[in-house]
Nanobody, 120 residues
Framework: QVQLVESGGGLVQPGGSLTLSCAAS????????MAWYRQAPGKQRELVAS???????NFGDFVKGRFSISLDNAANTGYLQMSSLKPEDTGVYYC??????????????WGQGTQVTVSS
């Protein structure tokens, strides 16, 4: 069984920084895609950033160079490093992974979500 576990959310002041982690566990062969989405109250879930096994990345327009995404394949863990945080970055952040297991199965998985609150 493959699963994702997120960590790193919390309360941070405007202008501050926060790093989220997403650890994949189980019989993993390859993490093809890892992405972060967020959902604010009353709004739709939106893409924050994604990274592919090829090294390619995508970012939401609102990121504007403030966030970075990385993937440690040896540790099967992805990271979202956020800086210059704004109150409008507040929301629940979800990790998504498209993972190929060593049992030759594809998994589309979501983490449990972690709350990020940007407030003074």
């Amino acid at each position: 069984q493959v699963q994702l576990v997120e960590s790193g959310g919390g309360l941070v002041q405007p202008g501050g920084s926060l790093t989220l982690s997403c650890a994949a566990s189980g019989s993993i062969s390859t993490i093809a895609t890892m992405a972060w989405y967020r959902q604010a109250p009353g709004k739709q879930r939106e893409l924050v950033a994604s990274i592919y096994s090829s090294g390619g990345m995508n970012f939401g327009d609102f990121v504007k160079g403030r966030f970075s995404i990385s993937l440690d394949n040896a540790a099967n863990t992805g990271y979202l490093q956020m800086s210059s945080l704004k109150p409008e970055d507040t929301g629940v952040y979800y990790c998504y992974g498209k993972i190929y297991s060593s049992k030759l199965e594809w998994y589309d998985l979501w983490g449990q979500g972690t709350q990020v609150t940007v407030s003074s």
